[in-house]
């Protein structure tokens, strides 16, 4: 099978200080941390959907305007059984009758190819995926430490997420998982460490949906549940289909919006709007107190339904990227029960992974930054959006033949909260900073990191690597790396 560039594997790891064009700020200092597919292959063939890739982390650090570049696979069980030939499926890998692999994915040995998103939670570095399975890594060497799971009394689920919320008011990580059973259940989570939690509620569902990220506040979360569902005896029942193949799209029931109070862990309200799907919430906040205004604003990167998860399978992907870019909707809900959701259009050029800045998660946002699809002769992403919610002004960084990742932003010093006095304003404007992407450059057959002006989205400085990497999912920048 010919695969499209971007979708190509690698096997080498370097540890190298990247030749530097432009110039990066030097008040930018910490580490990027990438992770997605570094690999597709097994010892016998190849996983059939891109969520599969075997996880690779790609670490970029900052110090002094120079850049240093680290790339090294997870060394979990599902990498070291593909090495074995022996890799027994993932999300849209395996199943073709075979009970067992379905079932590896979320319940006997949960699924370790934690190649979505590398995060921090308490002191430690994880690699995560939907398995309950989190990875540790050492955020220096990228050496893989061992497993997380948690072993507590708290109620826990089959499957997770691997968007997690961090309050800036308490530290506390949020979290959610969605527990199969004759009755299923989402129980959300606080965390402080990966093994203490407090349970904050759970809500029962008949057939759940696959929810792959949330929206939290400083008073709530709020689950939006999809009508892309699954009857959990689907799990158990022999035949042929994967784990995600398991869903069914049911326009029909429209779309829920479970709001949980977290001072009370009660569910205060559950208005529900029409169907749509998503895979990535921006962000959620609050509005200052306005008569008879929305209790809870989010922003949500929409598509109409979940044909993009069969339009990531290799195979399709060969002929191309075939699905739509997503749409930023603002969503406004009250939190009495009753009430209605109002949604509003803020963009439609088609986005993908869409972030806003760290200084203003679970607070009003104005910036939001993305990648833009809307090349119908690419298979990819060929730009990088920087969307002002408040004015519409859209502005855009793009170059012939480059495919950028996941924008983050990181801001300047100014721009930062003190994590001691959340409640200051900041000492610059919210765009003050850099937003930093790794592209894949296809006439060059190599990647490069590049650092913006979040300002302006103009270019910077670039550092080219020595190799080309496949596309990844998310990043997470840390200041202390
Ligand atoms: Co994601």
Redesign the pocket.
């Known amino acids: 099978m010919a695969r499209a560039f971007g979708f190509h594997s690698v096997d080498e790891e370097r540890d190298l200080d990247l030749p530097v064009e432009g110039s990066v700020p030097e008040w930018l200092s910490g580490s990027l941390i990438r992770n997605g597919p570094g690999s597709f292959e097994t010892a016998d063939g190849s996983v059939d959907h891109w969520f599969d890739g075997f996880a690779m982390l790609r670490r970029f650090s900052f110090d002094g305007g120079d850049v240093r570049y680290r790339n090294r696979f997870l060394r979990t069980d599902a990498y070291e059984a593909a090495r074995r030939g022996e890799f027994a499926g993932g999300f849209g890998t395996g199943g073709g009758g075979l009970l067992s692999r379905l079932k590896s994915f979320v319940f006997d040995d949960p699924y370790d190819n934690t190649n ?2 590398a995060e921090r939670v308490g002191d430690e570095y994880v690699a995560m995926t939907e398995s309950t399975r989190w990875v540790r890594f050492d955020p220096e060497s990228l050496a893989t430490l061992g497993h997380v799971t948690y072993d507590g009394d708290d109620p826990s689920g089959d499957l997770a997420c ?2 997690l919320h961090r309050d800036p008011w308490t530290g506390a990580v949020l979290t959610f998982e969605t527990a199969f059973g004759r009755t299923s259940e989402y129980h959300v989570h606080e965390l402080t460490t990966p093994n203490e939690r407090r349970h904050l509620a759970s809500i029962p569902t008949a057939e759940p949906a696959y929810i ?2 949330f929206a939290a506040t400083r008073n709530y979360v709020v689950l939006v549940e999809f009508p892309f569902v699954v009857n959990p005896l689907e799990f158990f029942r022999p035949g042929d289909g994967t784990f995600v193949e398991r869903y069914r799209w049911e326009p029909d029931r429209g779309t829920t919006f479970h709001v949980v109070d977290r001072r009370t862990g009660q569910v205060v309200a559950a208005p529900t709007a029409g169907p749509f799907f998503a ?2 919430h921006v962000n959620a906040y609050e509005p200052a107190d306005e008569a008879d205004g929305p209790d809870v604003v989010l922003d949500v990167e929409t598509v109409p339904d979940a044909a993009s998860v069969d339009a990531l399978y290799l195979d399709a992907l060969a002929d191309g990227f075939d699905a739509d870019g997503g749409a930023i909707d603002r969503f406004r809900l009250s939190t009495d029960a009753g009430g209605a959701v109002d949604r509003e259009r803020l963009y439609d050029g088609g986005t993908g992974l869409p972030t806003v800045s760290p200084a203003v998660r679970l607070r009003e946002h104005r910036y939001v930054y993305a990648q833009r699809f809307d090349d119908p002769d690419e298979n990819w992403a060929t730009a990088l959006v920087k969307v002002d919610v408040e004015s519409g002004r859209v502005r855009e960084f793009s170059r012939p033949g480059w495919f950028p990742s996941e924008p983050i932003f990181v801001p300047s010093p100014d721009a930062r909260r003190d994590a001691d006095d959340p409640d200051a304003p900041l000492d610059a404007p919210e765009d003050e900073g850099v937003v930093l992407s790794a592209v894949l450059d296809r006439d060059a057959g190599r990647s490069l990191l590049v650092v913006l002006d979040a300002a302006t989205m103009g270019e910077l400085a670039r550092a080219p690597l020595p190799h080309a990497l496949p596309f990844d ?2 990043g997470r920048y840390f200041p202390a790396v």
């Open positions: 979505v998103i691997a968007h792959h990220s895979f990535h999912f998310h």
